[in-house]
């Protein structure tokens, strides 16, 4: 092989390393791109809808406004924050424990008076491990969301879910609520912020189940 064939053959070789390369640092950034999208929905929860759906999701019939619910609680790959007023509804139940059992972490924030009124989830929950926390208090602790994965460094997207929304049957089938989903970063780390404040403050109910 003379020197200009070699020269050519040589050339043509890094071209093509450079080229492979470029293509591949590409094809990630767009997959990347593809994994982290942006999330902004409003689910409206209205009395009297009788649009109903078989859900891959429950056992139940339920309505089309339930079953993005739960599509979004599916979702979480590391993490899932709960802050809210009342627990009730069997479905939602079922997904945290099964998130818990796959080795999601999950917290739980609760209102002291509402965690053991009738129907509640809560012994349910504890009797599984999951940390739970609460404050006696005469202020009621009313706040409604919830955080999926915004624990640091995962590929996932980090989102929150917050509006008028109790997690009880009447509020998902019987009032007009509604809920908020969005992956937009201040208001996910202001909502975090707020978690993790009340995580500190409140205590742990164990003992009282």
Request: with cysteine; charged share 25%.
């Amino acid at each position: 092989m003379s020197f200009k064939t070699y020269s050519k053959a040589i050339f043509l070789l890094l071209t093509v390393s450079f080229v492979s390369h470029a293509a591949f640092k590409y094809f990630r950034r767009q997959k990347k791109k593809e994994k982290i999208k942006e999330i902004n929905e409003v689910i409206m929860f209205a009395h009297g809808t009788r649009e109903l759906r078989r859900s891959k999701y429950s056992k139940c019939v339920i309505t089309p406004s339930m079953e993005r619910l739960l599509y979004y609680l599916n979702l979480p790959k590391h993490s899932i924050d709960i802050c809210m007023y009342v627990f009730t509804n069997t479905d939602l139940t079922n997904i945290v424990l099964k998130l818990n059992f796959k080795g999601v972490k999950v917290r739980l924030i609760v209102d002291a008076d509402m965690a053991f009124t009738s129907g509640s989830s809560i012994r349910r929950l504890e009797r599984q491990g999951i940390p739970i926390r609460w404050m006696k208090s005469t202020n009621l602790m009313h706040h409604k969301f919830c955080l999926i994965d915004v624990m640091e460094g995962g590929k996932t997207t980090p989102f929150v879910m917050a509006g008028s929304l109790n997690w009880t049957s009447q509020a998902l089938s019987g009032n007009w609520e509604n809920l908020i989903i969005t992956s937009q970063k201040d208001l996910v780390r202001q909502y975090k912020d707020e978690f993790e404040r009340l995580w500190v403050l409140f205590k742990p109910i164990v003992g009282y189940v």
